[in-house]
């Protein structure tokens, strides 16, 4: 079952993006690639609080998050090698499709007091990163069984070369930025 996200792209996104833009060649059509989702657990040692934010991303993606490490002591911050300090997902295809949906669609529209996202979260290269400080504006998450917050980075990777035409692409996938 396809997407209603990929089927707006392949109908009407990207016929209007060739147009726009001027491509003569299908596969020059910015498109997604992937989105990582990546939280920071910070210096909390214990494992509930790794548990919890394992727990949250999984039920938020649909998909078991990796735990992340560090590569090196730090003293200043108490840090052993190997020691875990956040967790990710990746997410591809047709459950990254699902995800952007429900992000754009269902979990931005119920943040308080928000008035769009900001236009300055792109890297460069046409990838679009954004933070959210909580994650409790996600449906599938129960507030009352929530012990830490937990904030997390949503990074979106496209193909495209600048990030006007990222801009571009998020924009008519519905992406809603501020003014």
Known sequence: MASVLYETYKNDVAPQLIKKHGYTNKLQVPRLTKVVINTGIGTAREKEVQQEAVRTLSTITGQKPMLTKTKKNISNFKLREGSVVGCCVTLRGERMYEFLYRLINVVLPRVRDFRGVSGKGFDGSGNYTMGMTEQNVF????????????????????????????????????MPFSN
């Open 139 to 174: 449906p599938e998450i129960d507030p009352d069984k929530i012990k830490h917050t937990i904030g997390m980075n949503i990074s979106v990777v496209t193909t495209a070369r600048t990030d006007a035409e990222a801009k571009d692409l998020l924009a008519m996938l519905g």
